[in-house]
């Protein structure tokens, strides 16, 4: 009969924890917006520009003319939605966290290019 108890007592301790335990999926971002903004020009300066000559990447095109870089963090989807604003144009790319990958979004032109 102890032993039954002394099992019982185990296995509501071990329940206990599991309920407690940190979830394995965080629920916040793991970057902040000046992170996830670094993350997406590291790729571009790695990413090389079409039909330009060698060493010209699609940051070289264009970081010098982005009047601002902005991110906006979507808590269901994980990633970072990441805008550069070139001449009144917004260009977009979605950064996830977890998979370490970047989508162009919503313009036609980075979609192809970069």
């Not at 916040?28 to 996830?36: C, F, R, T």
């Not at 790695?46 to 060698?54: E, V, Y």
């Not at 977890?98 to 192809?112: M, Y």
């Amino acid at each position: 009969m102890r032993l039954l108890t002394a099992i019982s007592l185990a296995l509501g301790v071990l329940m206990a924890l599991a309920c407690t335990a940190t979830p394995a999926t965080p629920t916040g971002p793991m970057y902040s917006e000046e992170e996830a903004i670094a993350v997406l020009k590291q790729h571009l300066q790695t990413k090389p520009f079409p039909r330009a000559r060698q060493g010209i990447t699609c940051f070289t095109m264009i970081d010098g003319e982005v009047d601002f870089w902005s991110a906006r963090y979507d808590n269901e989807a994980h990633r970072w939605d990441v805008k550069a604003r070139l001449f009144l144009t917004n260009y977009t790319w979605s950064v996830y966290e977890r998979t370490k990958s970047i989508v162009a979004t919503g313009d036609e032109w980075t979609n192809q290019v970069c």
